[in-house]
């Protein structure tokens, strides 16, 4: 066995080794397709367009590695209030409680009417919401 065969089976390991931590989502996947990526650029040197792929892939690891090290943009939405307390109880609005659902959740209107029926009626019997059609 020579040193290429080596380096091959080094780069196949690291890069089946990188997918799997890609799939966790793992940022240490980027530093293991580099050295995959650069071994496999060694052993194609000769081939000048597959070589230069591989060195481009290594460059694209570095910018992932760091990319996906950056922190989201503003905090996360939480819910503040349970949300049995967002359903509408008689002193708020059903438009600004759905609409407070929404942009809370993150989600469509189909979505916050199932949730207020199923709300409404698990937890202290059926009371009517002006606005929200039973599903029959």
């Given at each position: 066995?020579?040193?290429?065969?080596?380096?091959?089976?080094?780069?196949?390991t690291?890069?089946l080794l990188?997918?799997?931590?890609?799939?966790?989502?793992?940022?240490?996947?980027?530093?293991?397709?580099?050295?995959?990526?650069?071994?496999w650029a060694?052993i194609t040197?000769?081939?000048?367009?597959?070589?230069?792929?591989?060195?481009?892939?290594c460059?694209?690891?570095?910018?992932?590695?760091?990319?996906?090290?950056?922190?989201?943009?503003?905090k996360?939405?939480?819910?503040?209030?349970?949300?049995?307390?967002?359903?509408?109880?008689?002193?708020?609005?059903?438009r600004?409680?759905i609409h407070?659902?929404k942009?809370r959740?993150a989600?469509?209107?189909?979505?916050?009417?199932?949730?207020l029926?199923?709300?409404?009626?698990?937890?202290?019997?059926?009371?009517?919401v002006?606005?929200?059609?039973?599903k029959?």
């Open positions: 066995m020579n040193w290429i065969d080596g380096l091959k089976i080094l780069a196949v690291c890069g990188g997918v799997a931590l890609n799939i966790k989502k793992e940022r240490m996947c980027f530093l293991l397709w580099f050295v995959s990526n650069g071994c060694l040197r000769a081939e000048h367009l597959l070589c230069l792929q591989f060195g481009a892939f460059i694209v690891c570095i910018y992932g590695f760091f990319a996906w090290r950056k922190k989201p943009i503003g996360p939405k939480r819910i503040t209030k349970p949300l049995n307390e967002l359903v509408y109880q008689g002193s708020r609005k059903d600004d409680t407070e659902l942009t959740l989600i469509n209107d189909k979505v916050v009417e199932r949730l029926y199923k709300l409404q009626h698990t937890r202290s019997g059926p009371t009517k002006r606005g929200i059609k039973k029959r």
